[in-house]
């Protein structure tokens, strides 16, 4: 069964950074196009950034410039670097394939606050 379950999240001050992981069971993250996905309060959940089986990542418009995905094949695990946080970056971070087509996991907070 496929399992996706995110960790990595807190609390960080402005211009903080973070590191959220994504642990994956049941799958192979390294075959398909993976993406990391969040939901502030009271909004739809948005795609920040996705990664492809080639490599080939790509960022929102709010993202770009201040985050880094990556996976780590041989550990079944997908990473979002997150730099120079702001407070509308504070969400429920999720990750799942680019076509959301995972059973959505619990998520990871963060939350950007002085």
């Known amino acids: 069964q496929e399992q996706l379950v995110e960790s990595g999240g807190g609390l960080v001050q402005p211009g903080g950074s973070l590191r959220l992981s994504c642990a994956a069971s049941?799958?192979?993250?390294?075959?398909?196009?993976m993406a990391w996905y969040r939901q502030a309060p009271g909004k739809q959940r948005e795609l920040v950034a996705s990664i492809n089986s080639g490599s080939i990542t790509s960022y929102s418009d709010s993202v770009r410039g201040r985050c880094a995905i990556s996976r780590d094949n041989a550990k079944n695990t997908l990473y979002l670097q997150m730099y120079n946080l702001k407070p509308e970056d504070t969400a429920v971070y999720f990750c799942?394939?680019?076509?959301?087509?995972?059973?959505w996991g619990q998520g990871t907070q963060v939350t950007v606050s002085s």
């Open positions: 049941g799958m192979h993250i390294g075959i398909i196009t």
């Open positions: 799942n394939t680019g076509r959301g087509s995972i059973a």
